[in-house]
């Protein structure tokens, strides 16, 4: 069985924040690796016909209420007392993941992005607050944001965005180890338990 972990990402969902955080124990336990998919959310919803909970759900009674109970449950489960809800939520991350991407799938351009999303609460749809985030982490800012722009980069990201629909993604976070899906940080523990048993 195959002991990667393909992680269906895009910055803007902070559940997908959220499963990040937590990804190095699970891998530490498990001995798997994490392969990171930079993909457009707002991509895969136009695709799927899916919705951002906020909208799909904002007309169910109690339903959002529940939806922030289990997000704080999870916070506090794993100590993960840094995260913010982005008062710029939504944010459009089209530049931020072609950013991704001209990094090379940078580890440290996610913790860095990540960060000013999900922590800082910084208006990450400003280009000036994003290339200050980057250049004080080390980044070179223009150079990154000039790759970012190139058609190689655009049609990758289409590329992984209409890639992942076709296995059967409708949202974010999406995991795939091998043919196996699972979505949602809360289908963390099953995605464990396949890797560990090979059973899903």
């Not at 895009?10 to 930079?38: C, E, H, K």
Request: aromatic share 12%; net charge negative.
């Amino acid at each position: 069985m195959s002991k990667r972990i393909e992680f269906i990402f895009d910055f803007g969902s902070p559940n997908a924040y959220l499963a990040y955080q937590v990804m190095p124990g699970l891998l530490a336990r498990t001995g798997a690796r994490l392969s990171i998919t930079p993909c457009l959310l707002g991509g895969i919803f136009k695709a799927t016909g899916n919705q951002a909970p906020f909208v799909a759900f904002g007309g169910i009674k109690g339903k959002l209420e529940y939806e922030m109970l289990e997000m704080r449950r999870f916070i506090a489960r794993h100590g993960l007392d840094r995260f913010r809800m982005n008062p710029h939520f939504p944010v459009n991350t089209l530049q931020l993941m072609r950013g991704l991407i001209a990094s090379g799938d940078s580890p440290a351009y996610i913790d860095v992005i990540l960060r000013g999303l999900w922590e800082e609460g910084l208006n990450m749809g400003d280009p000036e607050v994003v290339a200050g985030l980057l250049t004080d982490a080390g980044f070179d800012a223009a150079s990154l944001f000039h790759d970012a722009q190139t058609d190689v980069v655009k049609q990758q990201l289409a590329a992984n965005t209409q890639a992942a629909v076709d296995r059967g993604a409708f949202g974010i976070p999406t995991f795939f180890v091998g043919d196996e899906m699972f979505f949602g940080k809360d289908r963390l523990a099953d995605l464990e338990h396949f890797l560990v048993t090979g059973v899903a």
